[in-house]
């Protein structure tokens, strides 16, 4: 298979594809608000807004055509995937800008992606529906509850067919989970609020928006570490100039 510009890995190897949604700033009210660098001035947002980037990944590997996480939910168009070619959809959490794209329709009765099963954490469900907006969406994640589709996953690590391994973190929130995702000598993982951009790999950084921050900045130094011994390829979700790190 030819490789193009927008997916990496060798021949024969697992491909990634990375859904850009847009730049977007975010400041206390969790309200995510569209942001573009040629009409925009951030000195115009909210004091303490943050620049965000929200990008899923598509992973094709020689099992699967993987989603992990689904944005704001504009997923669905321009990722040269057709939506019903996914088969499994990994969700590291439920925040709004993790999991807006699981459901569709007008009144969000229906999952999306019609052929994936959804593999998610059991607690992070019943959390969200604790929390609720505005860092959920109740209403967008209803469908989780009740389809034939979803595997609420309710043990803090496991594997996923034999060649998908994830993990309860309980860093960036507290069912967070992780992925390593090992195919054809490779091993992609994504941590995704854990690890959501390559600066904060590389640097030490407690960030405030964490449910236990000191918990996440240890954790992001000892998988940059292992990463590289053990060649990982890391995926950012939140960094859309660094998106795909291998090494
Ligand atoms: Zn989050």
């Not at 699967?64 to 995937?81: N, P």
């Not at 054809?184 to 590389?202: H, S």
């Amino acid at each position: 298979m030819a490789e193009t510009s927008n997916l990496s890995g060798g021949p024969g190897g697992i491909k990634i594809i990375p859904l850009s949604e847009g730049t977007f700033t975010i400041d206390k009210t969790k309200l995510f608000v569209p942001f573009d660098d040629g009409i925009h001035d951030l000195q115009q947002r909210p004091v303490g807004s943050l620049l965000v980037e929200i990008q899923p990944f598509i992973i094709i590997t020689s099992k699967d055509i993987l989603l992990l996480d689904t944005g704001l939910g504009f997923v669905q168009k321009d990722s040269g995937i057709n939506p019903s070619d996914i088969t499994k959809v990994l969700l590291t959490h439920l925040h709004k800008d993790h999991a807006g794209g699981v459901s569709m329709g007008t009144n969000h009765q229906q999952l999306s992606f019609s052929n994936a099963i959804f593999y998610l954490q059991e607690r992070e469900l019943n959390f969200a529906f604790e929390k609720g907006f505005p860092s959920f969406m109740p209403e967008e994640l209803e469908p989780l509850k009740r389809s034939g589709r979803v595997v609420l996953l309710k043990e803090d690590e496991g594997t996923i067919d034999d060649y998908i391994h994830y993990k309860i973190t309980g860093a960036h929130s507290p069912y967070h989970q992780v992925f390593w995702i090992k195919d054809n000598d490779q091993t992609i993982f994504f941590g995704g609020d854990d690890a959501p951009q390559l600066q904060q790999m590389k640097h030490r950084f407690v960030a405030k928006y964490d449910h236990d921050g000191k918990k996440a900045m240890e954790l992001r130094r000892s998988w940059w570490e292992e990463g590289q011994q053990e060649k990982w390829t890391f995926l950012f979700y939140h960094d859309v100039k660094n998106p795909i790190i291998e090494f």
